[in-house]
C-alpha cells in the first residue's frame, strides 16, 4: 500500500494509523500547491480533488477521504483494536469519525485560505471552540473517545486538534481535551510520524 500524504496535513493520521496497526506502508509526499508527487507525478491523476490522504491498495485502486482512509487501514489489522469490528461500537467510532471530518476539520477551512476574512475566521473560531467543548464533555472519565482503547478516530482528531494553537484557539481550560491530546502526542508511533514528517 502506498500513502500520499502531505506534511502536518489531516493524512497525518493516516501515518500514525499505519504504524500503530504495524502495517507495512510506502509513503509519498505530496506538493498540494503544486500537485506534485516527490517523485514527479501529477497528483491530480492520483486523485482528482487534489488533496490528501489517497491510499493506493494492492489492487491498485485509490481510496480518498480520511475516514474511509483511516477505516480501510484499521481493517486490515484486525488484531489491533483500531477500528471495532462490529456491533454498537463500530457505529460509534464512525459516529467519531463524521464528526470529527464534518465538524472539526471543514470548520477549520477558513484558516486554510488566504482569501478568508477576519470576521469569517472568528465564527470558525467559534464553532471550533463549541465542537472542542462537547469533545471536552464526552471525555469525562475516558482515556479515548471510545473508551480506554486508541483507535482511528482519535488519530484524526488529533491530527485536527494540533492544528488548533496555530490558528490562534486556546483549547487549554478544557482539561480533558488537554490531556487527551497530551497522551497522543506522548504515544510512540506518534513521536515517529512527527519525525518522519518533520514536524
Not at 28 to 42: A, I, N, P, S, Y
Not at 44 to 57: D, S, T
Not at 138 to 166: C, H, Q, S
Not at 183 to 192: G, K, L, S, T
Request: hydrophobic share 40%.
Amino acid at each position: 500500500m502506498k500513502l500520499y500524504y502531505a506534511k502536518g496535513a489531516c493524512s497525518f493520521s493516516c501515518d500514525v494509523l499505519f504504524r500503530e496497526a504495524g502495517l507495512t506502508l510506502e509513503l509519498e509526499r505530496v506538493d498540494l500547491k503544486e500537485h506534485k508527487t516527490e517523485t514527479g507525478m501529477d497528483y491530480l491523476q492520483i486523485n482528482p480533488k487534489g488533496y490528501v490522504p489517497a491510499l493506493k491498495i494492492d489492487s491498485g485502486e485509490i481510496l480518498t477521504e480520511a475516514l474511509v482512509v483511516l477505516s480501510y487501514i484499521a481493517d486490515q489489522a484486525p488484531q489491533s483494536n483500531l477500528m471495532p469490528q462490529s456491533g454498537i461500537e463500530r457505529y460509534r467510532a464512525f459516529e467519531w469519525l463524521g464528526f470529527i471530518g464534518t465538524e472539526l476539520h471543514k470548520t477549520t477551512g477558513p484558516f486554510h485560505m488566504q482569501s478568508a476574512t477576519a470576521e469569517e475566521k472568528e465564527v470558525a473560531k467559534q464553532k471550533l471552540l463549541k465542537r472542542a467543548g462537547y469533545m471536552d464533555t464526552m471525555l469525562e472519565g475516558k482515556e479515548y473517545l471510545l473508551g480506554n482503547v486508541f483507535t482511528a478516530p482519535d488519530a484524526y482528531a488529533f491530527a485536527i486538534l494540533r492544528w488548533f494553537p496555530g490558528f490562534g484557539i486556546d483549547i487549554s481550560t478544557m482539561k480533558n481535551v488537554t490531556a487527551y491530546v497530551g497522551r497522543i502526542q506522548a504515544r510512540p508511533h506518534v513521536q515517529e510520524a512527527f519525525t518522519f514528517e518533520g514536524l
